[in-house]
């Protein structure tokens, strides 16, 4: 019996992340009589790994040196020519000159994936990262932006053609991410024992760079100043790890407030996390279509989120959520205070983005849009 075709993921690492999540969330939908999967991570794997539920699928990590490593280039061509995929994916710029020895390998049908800019540049105006995509331009046969600022950023500054591009956005899987209040008051008296009228405010996300959590902590203080009798109830929650959180926790500590806020690092519980939540924060200075808003979304969480990328194809200003400049934490603390002091229009944000997540951003429609990119390569590249 002849074999599915053979698709091969090329992520920078496989950790927690939108991209990663959303990348797990693939292989877990597809069928597996449609298309087997191999990830190469050009870095490591971390126990993330352990989300995707077919232990079949086989992970290598090529563990690239910092900077500039040709070697490793070598060994993904290597790889690739044992492995003999039908199909390579790459995404996002630290993949992109991966297609080169998929090329030299014989892989025959290759297709590239945007989700989001680089850290070291936020809004895709590196003119370097630009000539890099449009030199690349000829070996990539499809283009699968995840927003339609990153296909409209594809097609006016790389010059990508409209006929090599498929616009598709992110999923949410809606039987993992949705309202529960099982065990929820019992871990927000874990957290935040005897607190009257809790309310808390919460974020996930890598805390590095581009995610900006720093604006949230800022907000939050700010708040706090606006408020003060928020510090008997009010509460941050921030889920994730990296260079952010520790510079978060000695803000928080120098402010005299660390008590009132909650930072475990990355967590395996994101779903019953987020029903925790009262209000979810996205304070990121670029995004393609966030999957962590989307989670929020669907468990029924009014969303704060910085006007940037795809943000505002997912949050409606005034009807599931507000959306703020990035950068202006005393503007986001105004708001904070606002839903704070409106507890009947945070309820109906809530309920919208909740519509909207099962109306418009269903894993199923996801996945059928990458089944769609990858049959139209197998079909028209024999």
């Known amino acids: 019996m002849k074999k599915p075709p053979l698709v091969v993921h090329i992520i920078h690492r496989l950790a927690v992340g939108g991209l990663e999540n959303g990348l797990v969330n693939l292989i877990n939908i597809i069928p597996p009589d449609r298309y087997r999967h191999i990830i190469i991570c050009l870095k490591d794997a971390t126990d993330f790994r352990?989300?995707?539920s077919d232990k079949n699928v086989q992970i290598y990590c090529l563990n690239k040196n910092d900077g500039n490593d040709f070697n490793m280039f070598f060994r993904l061509y290597r790889l690739l020519c044992d492995i003999r995929p039908d199909i390579v994916h790459t995404r996002n710029i630290s993949t992109l000159e991966c297609?080169?020895?998929?090329?030299?390998s014989g892989v025959r049908r290759r297709v590239h994936?945007?989700?989001?800019w680089d850290i070291y540049d936020p809004f895709g105006n590196n003119i370097k990262y630009q000539l890099l995509r449009r030199f690349s331009r000829p070996i990539i046969d499809l283009y699968i932006p995840l927003s339609l600022q990153l296909k409209q950023y594809l097609t006016k500054k790389i010059g990508i053609p409209e006929s090599q591009i498929r616009l598709i956005k992110n999923g949410v899987d809606t039987d993992i991410f949705?309202?529960?209040?099982?065990?929820?008051?019992?871990?927000?008296?874990?957290?935040?024992s005897g607190v009257n009228n809790l309310f808390i405010i919460g974020t996930v996300g890598r805390m590095h760079g581009v995610k900006d959590q720093m604006t949230l902590v800022n907000a939050f203080l700010k708040l706090l100043e606006m408020k003060p009798e928020a510090k008997s109830f009010v509460r941050?929650?921030?889920?994730?790890?990296?260079p952010l959180r520790q510079q978060s926790i000695s803000t928080l500590y120098a402010s005299g407030v660390a008590d009132l806020?909650?930072?475990?690092?990355?967590?395996n519980d994101i779903a019953d996390i987020l029903n925790a939540f009262d209000l979810f924060v996205l304070p990121s200075t670029a995004e393609g279509?966030?999957?962590?808003i989307l989670e929020a979304m669907a468990t029924g969480l009014p969303v704060v989120?910085?006007?940037v990328g795809g943000n505002p194809e997912l949050v409606a200003d005034y009807e599931s959520g507000r959306l703020v400049e990035h950068g202006n934490p005393l503007k986001l603390a105004e708001i904070l205070a606002y839903y704070i002091d409106k507890p009947d229009i945070l309820k109906a944000h809530g309920a919208m983005g909740f519509l909207k997540a099962h109306s418009e951003y269903s894993i199923d429609v996801m996945a059928n849009g990458y089944l769609a990119v990858y049959d139209e390569l197998i079909q028209t590249k024999h």
């Open 178 to 192: 949705k309202p529960s209040k099982l065990n929820i008051s019992l871990f927000r008296e874990r957290q935040f």
């Open 305 to 307: 989120a910085t006007s």
């Open 50 to 52: 352990e989300r995707i």
């Open 99 to 104: 297609q080169l020895p998929a090329l030299l």
């Open 289 to 292: 279509i966030s999957n962590v």
């Open 261 to 267: 806020a909650w930072l475990p690092g990355d967590r």
């Open 113 to 116: 994936g945007e989700h989001g």
């Open 236 to 242: 941050l929650v921030m889920i994730g790890d990296g």
